[in-house]
């Protein structure tokens, strides 16, 4: 039976792992090599990688990132931020990276997600979809949460699929950093409506709320913070799926 | 001990080198190449392959001799050799991903899209899921039934010879997700991302 991912997220900032509260008021706090692999080494399905700042900043710590990460840890890696067009896609599988992770570019030109999933495979073209709650629906996000777009996030998580991304990463603007839990009304109606793996984003602040992404329709659930600052292990978050007759990898 | 990995331009795979070259360490040599005369004079040979059926088979056939290299070194010296992913998928005679396109006919079958059930079963199979060991295989070796293993696919590989599969997995129905023939083995998992176990996986084919 295929198993439900838990995939801890490190957000890097000029090759140094931080964690945004609301997307700004970052605070350092490790070496990201280091961290993925105590993650790996702990269970994690999955690493993912997010240059926070990568759209603004020069992006070449975070190929040295993927290349030392990749060397040690025998997962997959996910990275994403500031992925602009198919040489940085290709440039970042070259160091090591599994998949890549496009926002802003693939909102901007869905071309690069059609390119990229022939050219590369739809396995390694994740579309990161950055949504807001708006008039009773979702608007989504660029540039790290900064520029709105008008478009609707559910409209746009479609026209993703047909693309050819492989998955989809959807985080809530509006929970994340709250650790008040997903925002499950989003999850359960991006999943249910396309075929291809949703990964729930933004908002865990317990065990709990990792269950409730799964049962929202989600393949896989990300967190940062609750791993990160050592409120949970991975193990003990797997445990506690399993212990809720989640199918985890244990 | 020589072993080349076959770099022909196909997908990603710093992944398969790098956990190779983790397993490797000190006691086997790795090259990533395609050159025939590496390959040739190689002891065993990897064969890693990601994106479409169709784009690893032109990536194949773009490299003048690589085709007839490969078969000769597989069929007639009988060495061994390693297909992951697509790498096994082109084992087979055909695929249809994108457009039927003919396969490299090592083991006779065909790679078509997985039955999603009308949209029971996502797509791609992303993720760990375990195996079940049909049969005893060389790369098995210390693999317990129903290990986790990282898979990305949304092709099976149907051989004709259902004798060839030495593991299954469920998903929608039982993929054939590893093979061995003779010298020919094959994993439609990857183990250079399913940590341990694949490593374990890798160690047993360079300790072939």
């Given at each position: 039976m295929l198993k439900n991912r838990i995939i801890p997220c490190l957000d890097v900032k000029n090759g140094r792992v931080v964690k945004g509260i609301n997307f700004v008021d970052l605070k350092d706090a490790g070496d990201p090599v280091e961290q993925a692999k105590i993650y790996s080494d702990g269970g994690a399905d999955e690493i993912c990688f997010l240059d926070i700042t990568a759209s603004n900043e020069n992006r070449d710590t975070i190929y040295e990132v993927v290349e030392k990460t990749s060397k040690k840890c025998f997962v997959p890696l996910t990275v994403g931020g500031g992925v602009r067009s198919i040489d940085d896609i290709n440039k970042l599988l070259n160091c090591g990276a599994d998949k890549v992770s496009i926002n802003t570019a693939a909102v901007q030109n869905s071309k690069v997600v059609e390119d990229s999933s022939r050219k590369f495979g739809s396995q390694c073209i994740v579309v990161a979809i950055d949504a807001k709650r708006k008039d009773g629906g979702w608007e989504i996000f660029t540039h790290g949460g900064r520029n709105?777009?008008?478009?609707?996030a559910l409209e746009f998580a479609s026209k993703m699929e047909k693309c050819g991304a492989g998955e989809l990463l959807v985080t809530s603007m509006d929970k994340?950093?709250?650790?008040?839990?997903?925002d499950i009304e989003l999850v359960q109606k991006i999943s249910s409506m396309v075929n291809i793996p949703v990964i729930a984003s933004g908002g865990?602040?317990?065990?709990d709320h990792l269950v409730d992404g799964i049962k929202s329709g989600a393949s896989a659930v990300l967190a940062a913070s609750i791993f990160h600052y050592g409120t949970y292990s991975v193990n003990e978050a797997k445990q506690y799926l399993a212990s809720k007759d989640i199918p985890v990898r244990i | 001990m020589d072993v080349t990995i076959v770099d022909?331009?196909?997908?990603?795979i710093s992944s398969v080198i790098n956990s190779f070259k983790e397993v490797a360490k000190g006691k086997v040599n790795i090259e990533v190449t395609s050159d025939l005369n590496k390959i040739k004079s190689s002891d065993k040979v990897v064969l890693p392959g990601q994106g479409s059926f169709k784009s690893c088979i032109d990536g194949l056939n773009s490299i003048n001799g690589l085709t007839d290299t490969l078969s000769e070194f597989a069929l007639n010296n009988k060495k061994p050799l390693l297909g992951i992913c697509v790498g096994l998928q082109?084992?087979?005679?055909?695929g249809y991903e994108e457009v039927e396109t003919k396969g490299l006919?090592?083991?006779s079958g065909k790679v078509s899209k997985i039955n999603n059930q009308n949209g029971k079963y996502k797509l791609p199979h992303i993720g760990w899921n375990q195996i079940n060991i049909v049969k005893e295989s060389k790369?098995?070796?210390?693999i317990e039934n129903n290990s986790h293993m990282y898979f990305v696919h949304s092709y099976e590989f149907i051989p004709n010879?259902?004798?060839?599969?030495t593991a299954t997995t469920d998903y929608s129905s039982n993929i054939v997700c590893a093979i061995e023939k003779e010298n020919i083995f094959g994993t439609q998992f990857h183990p250079e991302k399913s940590d341990k176990t694949g490593l374990n996986i890798i160690d047993n084919f360079l300790s072939l």
């Open positions: 709105p777009t008008g478009i609707n994340d950093g709250t650790q008040s839990g997903y865990v602040g317990t065990l | 022909y331009k196909s997908g990603n082109m084992f087979a005679d055909v006919g090592w083991i790369i098995f070796k210390d010879d259902k004798s060839v599969a």
